[in-house]
């Protein structure tokens, strides 16, 4: 999707209404990603009062819950099939674990939830322990590959680190900058209390 070129257009697209909608900063279920919601789902799940400051799984997390109450909310995000647009996963210790994500844009259950709260920790079901690190690992085979279900829609994978404790260190910056070679990629979000920042590519 991309939005329309001109202005009125813009304002004929349904879509681009919807997206203009949710993100206005108003106290209703309709705009659900305004700055009242993401401070009441700081406080309803993580004990965040109005006006401390978001670390990044805590961020990460009010972001994966505000999309699934989208989901459910809303017809226009879902396809064919009454699957949603996307799922929303949080890569808890910012460690991604391939069997979670195949878990999670596999299963029937819609919702994008990766059942884990901020300082949760996946289990991967193969202990690294028990394989030689030079070895494939078992999933990686032909016939798992066959095996392995189509994923049913698209995915943003989230992933909280935090590069400092009270600056940028310089020796992430090569590797920080990388990740936007992916076309992928949407970005990072990050800054310091009352300065938040997010640098999209």
Known sequence: WRPPPSLGSCRQDALMRSLLTWFADF?????????HNMVAAGMAKYQTLPGEWYGPGTACHVIRDLCHLLCEQTQAIKHAGNKPMFRVHVAS????????????MTSATEGGDDGLSPGQQHVPSHPLEEF????????SGATDQQQR????????????????LKAFQNEYALSLANCFQFPQSVGVLGGRPRGARWFYG
Do not use: C
Request: proline share 11%; glycine share 4%.
């Open 93 to 104: 210790q910012g460690t991604v674990y391939q069997d979670a994500i195949e878990e999670l």
């Open 149 to 164: 279900p189509d994923w049913d829609t698209a995915m943003l994978l989230l992933i909280p680190l935090r590069l400092g």
């Open 132 to 139: 030689h690190p030079l070895e494939p690992s078992p999933s």
């Open 27 to 35: 106290s209703s279920k309709d705009n659900v990603f305004s700055l």
